[in-house]
């Protein structure tokens, strides 16, 4: 679907969040690491909403209270202490995580605040103990240019990270709190981005900003990119926790067209004279209509003392299985605020059936039993009565929604940059101050301090590594956006292997065995660094790094040169390389004689993949000409 952005009014605004690598944590001396072991530490907690200084209490945060959840907290002692356990107040702002943050302010040209005051954020999803976030103001009114474009950046703050959920179970849900209190930092840009494309190069140049300070972590969950997201006639979206930079710009497609659907639904539903009073909350019992029913989760749930509620949405069928994005329908939104509200597993609905075992006779008894009419569609839940009632007004509410066009809304990213429903919209009143933790100064003579020693700028850094090392533009670009770039210049300064080829196997390499699932986060820069080193002194060659990666990523803290030996990936000799060339001559003179030059790739290709990293490719290939050249007579 081709979509002109300027006519639909794209506006796109980002919010970074990137975890700082500091010796500790935000507000104790924790190591902020994560934890692999079973929990020293458990405890049970439930969060509770409260009103604000003005009396308020944010919706969002209401939400979540709404669902009845009750949390376990799990902890280590190495990870974690009372700070995070909220039973012991925090202490002063980590000078580091604060020093690194006003650093990349001065590199994007914003301003300090003569004074940095810590706030308190309401959050009662159970991703923090204290039931809101600490977070504070670093500085205002930066710019960036991307592009030639003039990007402001609104403003820097520094926070803590959220503890990590490991499970839900029903109305349970686990956290580790290793995670909460890890420094992050935020850069936010006003919403001035016009198409997805641009929205991925502003995340690009922002994340290349934050890695030239030298002090971030690296790897999948350390960087998290939240996207406002606007369209003319729309409404505003926000849409958290994508982690992967190649979805910014996916994530801000399928939300357009999204919110196109949406807007084209409710131009249906008026010209079909719906109004939002004819759309009722009342439900109706049908469970009579699916006594005999073939569908198992109906089945299951009347067997166990629950009903089938449903109710009727007037002028709505054909809607509900519109496709809003990839896999994302009208209906199945409907089915999260249901999920969300009702504690249900899900909903069913007239316009996928007859199907689940839900049978046509059934459908028309359903109608019926409803007073559906044809242009009607019909909603129904099986559950107890009270979670069955709760997701069919999440339903109806929805459903009114519609005839506005577009709800605002909290969305979270999926893996495909598709999204789904999170929580409502939060309001204005969840900051107020954090009592317990002093302002600090910000001092004149300390930034000069920073400005004097300030890291080298993206730009200035790509047009050295090109002319220092005579790698293309493409690879350098490539290592300012990956987290190997200071990698690259140690290893570059190290060995003799050529720095193209150590470019091309941090940025390419790596990325697809990413792809591919391989945990390269697991595999540490001194394993790497010691396989080049392997390389350089001829004990193995460049062909076998992949696999090399591949078996670090299941072996933690083991030595390259041990990954060498259990693969088999020790260098073979010249004369062993001949013997095995003679050998596949020998074997395939019918295809020598047929192909003439074109048997080179061919038998190269069978080679390569019988020495499997063994060998240098450019060996291999000058043995196998000579003796082809003998073979054929030339």
């Not at 010209?271 to 109706?284: F, P, Q, T, V």
Request: aromatic share 4%; net charge negative.
């Amino acid at each position: 679907m081709q979509v002109a952005y300027d006519e639909i009014g794209l506006l796109v605004g980002l919010e970074c969040h990137q975890q700082l690598a500091t010796r500790d944590k935000l507000f104790c001396s924790c190591e902020p690491e994560l934890f692999k072991g079973e929990p020293e530490i458990s405890f049970l907690r439930r969060l509770r909403p409260t009103q604000s200084e003005l009396g308020q209490v944010d919706p969002a945060a209401f939400f979540e209270f709404q669902k009845g959840v009750k949390i376990i907290y799990e902890a280590s002692n190495e990870t974690s202490c009372l700070v995070e356990m909220d039973e012991e107040p925090p202490h002063e702002l980590n000078s580091e995580a604060l020093e690194i943050a006003l650093t990349v302010s001065l590199m994007v040209n914003a301003k300090p605040v003569d004074e940095v005051h810590v706030m308190r954020k309401t959050v009662i999803d159970g991703s923090n103990t204290t039931g809101f976030q600490r977070t504070c103001v670093v500085a205002l009114d930066g710019m960036m240019e991307v592009d030639g474009k003039r990007v402001p950046i609104q403003h820097i703050s520094l926070e803590e990270d959220a503890a990590r959920k490991m499970a839900e179970e029903g109305s349970l849900i686990r956290y580790r709190i290793d995670r909460l209190g890890v420094p992050l930092i935020e850069v936010t840009t006003a919403p001035v981005i016009t198409s997805p494309k641009e929205a991925e190069k502003v995340a690009l140049a922002i994340g290349q900003i934050l890695r030239a300070t030298g002090k971030v972590k690296r790897g999948i969950g350390t960087i998290r990119q939240d996207l406002n997201v606007s369209i003319r006639n729309g409404a505003l979206m926000e849409i958290k926790g994508v982690q992967e930079l190649d979805l910014v710009s996916k994530v801000v497609e399928y939300e357009i067209n999204r919110q196109l659907k949406l807007l084209e639904i409710r131009t249906e539903l008026m010209k079909r004279g719906l109004r939002e009073e004819d759309i009722k909350e009342n439900s109706l019992d049908v469970t009579p209509v699916f006594r005999q029913t073939n569908c198992s989760v109906i089945k299951k749930a009347v067997e166990q003392n629950g009903c089938v509620l449903s109710v009727r949405l007037p002028k709505f069928a054909g809607l509900l299985r519109i496709e809003l994005a990839p896999g994302i329908r009208l209906g199945s939104e409907m089915a999260e605020r249901a999920r969300f509200w009702g504690r249900v597993g899900g909903i069913f609905h007239t316009d996928e059936l007859p199907a689940y075992g839900i049978t046509e006779n059934e459908v028309y008894q359903l109608m019926r039993s409803t007073r559906a009419e044809e242009q009607d569609c019909v909603v129904f839940v099986a559950d107890i009565e009270e979670n069955a009632v709760d997701a069919l007004k999440a339903v109806v509410q929805r459903a009114r929604e519609a005839l506005t066009g577009v709800p605002e809304e909290t969305r979270a990213a999926n893996a495909d940059g598709t999204t789904r429903y999170m929580r409502p919209r939060p309001g204005a009143a969840r900051m107020y101050p954090e009592t317990d933790v002093p302002p600090i100064q910000v001092a004149e003579s300390y930034l000069g301090t920073l400005r004097s020693r300030m890291p080298e700028l993206p730009e200035d850094r790509m047009n050295r590594l090109m002319k220092q090392y005579g790698i293309n533009e493409k690879l350098a670009v490539q290592l300012l956006g990956s987290e190997y770039v200071d990698l690259f210049e140690s290893i570059a300064k190290k060995v003799s292997v050529s720095p193209t080829v150590i470019a091309a196997m941090l940025t390419e390499t790596l990325k697809g065995l990413r792809r591919d699932g391989v945990d390269i986060e697991r595999v540490s820069n001194e394993q790497i660094m010691e396989a080049f080193e392997l390389i350089e002194s001829g004990k193995t060659t460049k062909e076998a790094l992949p696999a090399l990666i591949v078996w670090l990523a299941k072996h933690e803290k083991a030595r390259a040169t041990q990954a060498v030996e259990e693969i088999g990936l020790t260098t073979i000799s010249r004369e062993e390389i001949e013997n095995m060339i003679d050998s596949l001559i020998s074997k395939n003179t019918m295809v020598i004689r047929e192909q003439k030059d074109r048997a080179f790739g061919i038998l190269m290709g069978m080679m390569m993949r019988e020495v499997r990293g063994r060998a240098k490719a450019e060996t291999v290939s000058e043995i196998l000409k000579d003796k082809l050249a003998k073979v054929l007579g030339r």
